[in-house]
């Protein structure tokens, strides 16, 4: 009997998971190389009444469960900033950070330089290159960053001359969707699923790659949500005023 | 609901956004200022199923798992130390810096800024000093009955001297790079300071080992483009108002709960 309540407020407890989604989309719509989630539902089925005297099967009740959040990987789009240590990922490929955890992944090209010289990122950790970290020396001038990820500078002393401080390395996924999100724009991979150097993405030196939240989805899925959630509610009133009309009319039977 | 304190977070950065945004146009004419920007990151996650865990006893392998992100957080507003552009002013002592480098500025208190603000003057004794009265580096001082005073892209002071047909050479005004300019600190009045983040000051002569040129008679103009912040402001604008819809609508659906008395 209760099977409609607890239905419902398997939906409402989804919806709930699916507004928090929603929500750290919106307030990301401003973080460079942030990727969107979305919420994934699956029907949970259980087994209905049991009774070997029905003549027919019994019918099992759905429950709504969310099964996941996907990460949306599409490219989003790209801003010039002109900023010389400015870099955005055109293709599937992330720029591989050094942090205290181990290796990292990120699509936020916002680096800087640190005291030491070294490219780092706006948490200070270093983006590393083919053979380490990237680091530049003091009279460094006028940092190019080619398609391929080559960090070249001009050397002070004689301008004419490009030297070469290493290669950013951009890698990519086999399944991406298996990354994990660890916040400060990072992603991990599991173990099992090594980063290999990504052949298809290009570097863009002077740009910035924004986040790929789409707002006009993001604010319909949000009317979406709550409006489904207030339809649940009605759902629940009404089951709950039918128990208490039976209650009524149950102790209204005459007790002659 | 934590959807609420999500959207807040969001909220509370574009509103740091607008800030930033609203102190660069504020100083869309000031000389050698260099424009900022807020950066973000998103702030860490609740992982509700983990990912890449076992979901079966034959191995299967949860292909996503349930992420809820907690929002977003400000990671530092980085100043970009790209070139503005150059006015002519004709005035013998506005300095403009092309290319890498900083005048380095005696501060009242014994400790060096940096500038990239190169409208000097002189002072009662004739020295060379910032519009604040402080000693640019090294000091220089133009003897009275000189005129012309002519600075050449090395920082070359020469004077013409009255009574003699050959121009004096008074000084060198030197320029100071750090490996970090990003990390350098605002302390206002156009001068940056001195941290570990930017790494120690590293004094040389303008074109050499890549130290920019100085520009006699002009000034630098504040880097920050108008087009660029106001679009912006409408960007950051906007996400707030997003956000606050979100907190609505959160609002909105506990209050569903609350009107629910079966």
Known sequence: MENALLVGLSRQMALQREMEVVANNIANIDTNGFKADFSLFQEYLMPGARDGSFRVADSPVSFVRDRGTLIDLNQGPLQRTGNPLDVAINGDGFLVINTPQGERYTRNGSLEINAQGELVTSEGYQVLGDGGPIAFQAQDTGITINPEGTVSVKDGANATIAIIRGQLRVVSFAQPQRLQKEGDSTFSAPADMPAAPSTTSRVVQGALEKSNVRPIIEMSHMIEVSRSYATIANLLQSQGDLHKSALQQLSDVPTS | ?262
């Open chain 2, 1 to 262: 609901m934590l959807a609420l304190y999500t959207a807040a977070s969001g909220m509370a950065a574009q509103e740091l956004a607008v800030q930033v945004i609203s102190n660069n146009i504020a100083n869309l004419s000031t000389t050698g200022y260099k424009r900022q920007r807020a950066e973000f990151q998103d702030l860490l996650y609740d992982h509700v199923r983990q990912v890449g865990t076992q979901s079966s006893n034959q191995g299967n392998i949860l292909p996503v798992g349930i992420e809820l992100g907690l929002g977003v957080k400000t990671v530092g507003t980085p100043r970009l130390m790209t070139q503005g552009n150059l006015s002519s002013t004709s005035n013998s002592l506005d300095l403009a810096v092309q290319g890498d480098g900083f005048f380095k500025i005696l501060m009242p208190d014994g400790s060096f800024g940096y500038t990239r603000d190169g409208s000097f003057n002189l002072d009662a004794t004739g020295r060379v000093v910032t519009a604040n009265g402080n000693v640019v580096q090294p000091g220089i001082t133009i003897p009275p009955t000189a005129t012309s005073i002519t600075i050449n892209q090395q920082g070359h002071v020469s004077v013409t001297i009255p009574g003699s047909t050959t121009p004096t050479v008074l000084g060198q005004i030197n320029l100071t790079r750090f490996i970090n300019e990003a990390g350098l600190q605002a302390i206002g009045d156009n001068l940056l300071v001195e941290t570990p983040a930017s790494g120690p000051p590293q004094d040389g002569i303008p074109m050499e080992n890549g130290y920019g040129n100085i520009q006699q008679g002009n000034l630098e103009q504040s880097n920050v483009d108008a087009v660029v912040e106001m679009t912006n402001l409408i960007t950051a604008q906007r996400s707030y108002e997003m956000n606050s819809k979100v907190i609505t609508a959160t609002d909105q659906m506990l209050q569903t709960n609350n009107n629910m008395h079966t």
